[in-house]
């Protein structure tokens, strides 16, 4: 594919743009009556072409943007029966063998993934949930306009989320894709539950690597596996997963998974208040803890709860640093923020309950300096055409989902201790993701007063809401600076 041409891509480099129609357009099983219409037409389309029948499907479109004095250039678009509306963010990624040098890109290839969407527009489906990868280089047919895309089915009926990658270990070459599902529960309650997967990309010795060695097979076909789809007390299921995940690693490049549950696609769904959580969960297979044979067998379900976790900065006398950590069967509860972090990498992770009936997650986490940072919403109009409710912003240590030891959102009061905030209120309006800048350090509470106005620890929080205002705030982390650990002669 030329794009804009050969010179606008120095050494073979551009760039491009991805984008979807959201709810535009039709699916295989869209039909009147879902909303998801049926766009099926049979039209005079041009010579050659008089009374020819064509279905409209919903698509995603790949553009060459690479010299913005120029006029984008199309390069492909992908649309597929199955492939439902495009309401998933898509993912980028790349695999090179082993063989290759990390950074050469004789024989590398970069696809695109994403997850089949809704078919309807109250935020349902009504097929089975898919992965799709389709290479950017070719698009989605060969020349003679044959099917050359891969995808991967989960056996599930439901909306796939919005698609992260992992270079697990910093080598260029993606490891893992991690998407989330949305599953409407008939028997309920909840009305829907959720599914955290993984696609692994398997190991490529020899170029060009191809899709056959990703997920693991499943009667005949390659499938994604699942991270977790319950967690104990016996088989407790969690809500939807719709919004991108997050990813980090721990000090044992041992891989973290933080996401959280819920939606608000329809005014039934602002009205429901089914408990929503969020989860910290481990991945054992990209960390060589278990070989995946089959779509069930590496999922997580041991995690601690941490709700009621409460770390205090200063402790009254005989009070311990961490309470309210006590629905432990096999383990002490832990008393020290020390002991807590041990407890939490003893098991698959942690989870915290949403609090207030009827908060959810629906954007994606941020992570720096060992520190979670998502909002949540709590709608209050039952009207899904307004984003009046509140806004809340969490701030949980990442290996504990509790506050930190040090105050990242500042402390409370209580009686003779002092404790460690781990949200605060952001008032109206439905927040989508924060943005952290490290910047200039300034003066004041706040990190405002004249004249060096900026953080005092030199990162900001930026949290738009859903009215067009953005909360500015400064906030603490405990190492936010990248900074060499190691390093080899290659």
């Not at 909303?35 to 008089?50: E, I, L, S, Y």
């Not at 060009?208 to 009667?219: E, I, K």
């Not at 719709?242 to 602002?270: L, M």
């Not at 952001?426 to 003066?443: H, N, P, R």
């Amino acid at each position: 594919m030329t794009g804009q041409g050969a010179t606008e891509h120095p050494n073979g480099w551009g760039t491009i743009l991805i984008g979807g129609m959201r709810f535009g357009g039709s699916c295989g099983t869209c039909f009147d009556g879902t909303g998801g219409v049926a766009m099926t037409v049979t039209a005079d389309f041009g010579p050659g072409h008089t009374g020819e029948t064509r279905t409209f499907y919903s698509a995603y479109f790949v553009l060459d943007v690479s010299n913005p004095e120029q006029d984008p250039v199309l390069l492909w678009s992908f649309s597929d029966s199955a492939l439902g509306l495009t309401s998933a963010s898509p993912a980028v990624l790349r695999v090179n063998p082993t063989s290759s040098t990390p950074t050469s890109n004789a024989d590398a290839r970069w696809f695109m993934v994403v997850g089949s969407g809704v078919t309807a527009y109250d935020g349902t489906s009504g097929q089975t949930a898919k992965i799709f990868a389709i290479d950017l280089a070719t698009g989605p047919k060969d020349a003679g306009g044959v099917n050359i895309f891969s995808r991967f089915g989960t056996a599930t009926v439901g909306v796939m989320g919005d698609a992260i990658t992992v270079d697990v270990n910093l080598d260029y070459r993606v490891d893992v894709i991690y998407i989330g599902e949305s599953v409407r529960n008939g028997a309920g309650p909840p009305s829907f539950v959720g599914k955290m997967y993984r696609l692994t990309m398997g190991v490529c010795t020899t170029g060009p690597c191809d899709t056959s060695t990703w997920g693991v097979n499943s009667a005949g076909s390659r499938s994604p596996t699942v991270l977790i789809q319950s967690f104990k007390p016996g088989t407790q299921q969690f809500g939807p997963v719709g919004g991108a995940v997050a990813a980090s690693a721990d000090e044992n490049n041992t891989i973290w998974v933080y996401f959280g549950t819920g939606r608000n696609y329809t005014s039934a769904d602002e009205s429901n208040t089914d408990t929503q959580y969020f989860f910290g969960v481990k991945d054992p297979v990209v960390a060589g803890a278990c070989t995946q044979v089959s779509m069930l067998n590496c999922q997580q379900s041991d995690l601690v709860n941490v709700s009621s976790a409460v770390v205090c900065s200063t402790c009254a006398p005989g009070r311990d640093q961490v309470t309210g950590v006590t629905d432990l069967t096999t383990s002490t509860s832990p008393r020290t923020f020390d002991e807590l972090v041990g407890l939490t990498m003893s098991k698959d992770g942690w989870y915290t309950t949403l609090p207030t009936n009827g908060e959810r997650s629906l954007s994606r986490p941020t992570i720096l300096g060992g520190i979670i940072f998502f909002t949540t919403f709590t709608p209050q109009s039952g009207d899904i055409c307004t984003s009046a409710g509140e806004g809340q912003l969490y701030a949980l240590f990442f290996k504990t989902g509790s506050a930190y030891r040090d105050s990242a959102l500042g402390t409370a009061t209580s009686g003779a201790s002092i404790n460690v905030l781990r949200s605060t209120d952001l008032g109206v309006g439905l927040a989508s993701q924060v943005s952290l800048q490290i910047g200039s350090q300034g003066s004041g509470a706040a990190g405002t007063t004249a004249p060096t106005p900026g953080c005092v620890n030199r990162v900001t929080l930026y949290a738009p809401m859903g009215a067009g205002n953005v909360n500015t705030m400064c906030v603490k982390v405990s190492n936010p600076w990248s900074r060499m650990l190691a390093w080899r002669d290659l």
